[in-house]
């Protein structure tokens, strides 16, 4: 009786372990939840829906995007850590939602280091310093040379508090040495309209925002702030080259709840950067302003969030940013 139990037994755990590595092979064997902490139309969507289709393309399974906005997306980001550790549901982070908003935010109670891990990079989104086309300021140069004239009145407009423009122009005023006064709109269009209209004299904006006023003469691109040189902006210089080591691009990774088993972190990783490698998908980010990242592990990207954490712990700090409202 005792070796039949012990056959029996073994039996049983062989098919379990086959039972789960074969689910675990068809993951992801349901739909996907792809969570967004902006509203629809926005970069982090957009990216999130175009990463979105394309796994849905590969995987043979639905990912479907989710927007639920609020706090600069800690609202998606505490609702996707508190998720089932499963592989079911994931989230589009962004530079804004996991490296500053919990710094200015902190009745939250996330803790991305802790509470999430990376899956995969989709790409980021450079940003540019833009001026109205009939302004006097032709190049980084004279902005800086402006903004010590006007002896810490200058003002920069950006779509919110703590988004990734507004970060951008804090660090530029610390590598610069000037203050400038940050004008929060509620969104970067109605920031854009008021550039535009001469009511603030530059701003930092998404690529994709501004390329459709750029490419028609009605602004002047002065600087971008990824690390290289833009694509569709060949001309137009890095802040890079003239304060060594500036990035502030806005980053869209994808991200889940820690303790999701590591093959569907695997699996994950492995057909986004395959989907990155694409034409298709280069062209794609190419016409959104978007540059495509597609070489780092899970491991590299939790690296990379945690160096982002620290990096804009201390812009905030040096620069007291308070948090919205």
């Given amino acids: 009786m005792a070796a039949m139990y012990r056959l029996l037994m073994g039996a049983l755990c062989v098919a379990a372990t086959a039972t789960l590595a074969h689910a675990q092979a068809k993951y992801p064997d349901h739909p996907v939840k792809v969570v967004v902490g902006f509203a629809a139309g926005g970069g982090t969507d957009v990216a999130?829906?175009?990463?979105?289709?394309?796994?849905?393309?590969?995987?043979?399974?639905?990912?479907?995007?989710?927007?639920?906005?609020?706090?600069?997306?800690?609202?998606?980001?505490?609702?996707?850590?508190?998720?089932?550790?499963?592989?079911?549901?994931?989230?589009?982070?962004?530079?804004?939602?996991?490296?500053?908003?919990?710094?200015?935010?902190?009745?939250?109670?996330?803790?991305?280091?802790?509470?999430?891990?990376?899956?995969?990079?989709?790409?980021?989104?450079?940003?540019?310093?833009?001026?109205?086309?009939?302004?006097?300021?032709?190049?980084?140069?004279d902005l800086i040379a402006e903004a010590k004239a006007r002896n810490g009145t200058m003002n920069f407009g950006s779509g919110g508090v703590g988004t990734t423009p507004h970060m951008a122009g804090e660090l530029l005023a610390f590598n610069a040495g000037v203050k400038l006064v940050h004008v929060a709109y509620r969104g970067e269009a109605p920031a854009l309209n008021d550039l535009l209209g001469g009511q603030i004299p530059f701003m930092f904006s998404n690529l994709s925002v501004v390329k459709g006023n750029i490419e028609a003469g009605k602004l002047r691109a002065l600087a971008v702030t990824s690390t290289k040189r833009v694509p569709s902006l060949p001309n137009v210089p890095t802040l890079s080259e003239t304060f060594p080591g500036f990035d502030a691009a806005t980053w869209f990774v994808l991200v889940a709840p820690t303790?999701?088993?590591?093959?569907?972190?695997?699996?994950?990783?492995?057909?986004?950067?395959?989907?990155?490698?694409?034409?298709?998908?280069?062209?794609?980010?190419?016409?959104?302003?978007?540059?495509?990242?597609?070489?780092?592990?899970?491991?590299?990207?939790?690296?990379?969030?945690?160096?982002e954490i620290a990096k804009w712990a201390k812009v905030i700090k040096d620069a007291d940013v308070k948090p919205a409202d």
Avoid: C
């Fill in 48 to 141: 999130g829906r175009v990463m979105a289709q394309k796994l849905s393309d590969a995987m043979g399974q639905s990912f479907i995007v989710e927007n639920r906005a609020g706090a600069s997306g800690l609202i998606a980001s505490e609702q996707v850590a508190k998720a089932a550790p499963d592989g079911y549901t994931i989230m589009v982070g962004s530079q804004t939602t996991l490296a500053v908003a919990p710094a200015l935010y902190k009745k939250f109670q996330l803790d991305v280091v802790k509470d999430l891990t990376g899956m995969a990079m989709i790409g980021i989104s450079p940003l540019v310093a833009v001026v109205n086309a009939d302004s006097p300021i032709k190049s980084v140069k």
């Fill in 259 to 307: 303790g999701t088993p590591p093959d569907a972190i695997a699996r994950i990783n492995a057909e986004a950067k395959k989907i990155v490698a694409t034409q298709d998908f280069q062209q794609r980010f190419d016409q959104l302003g978007m540059i495509p990242d597609q070489d780092r592990t899970p491991d590299e990207i939790n690296a990379y969030i945690n160096a």
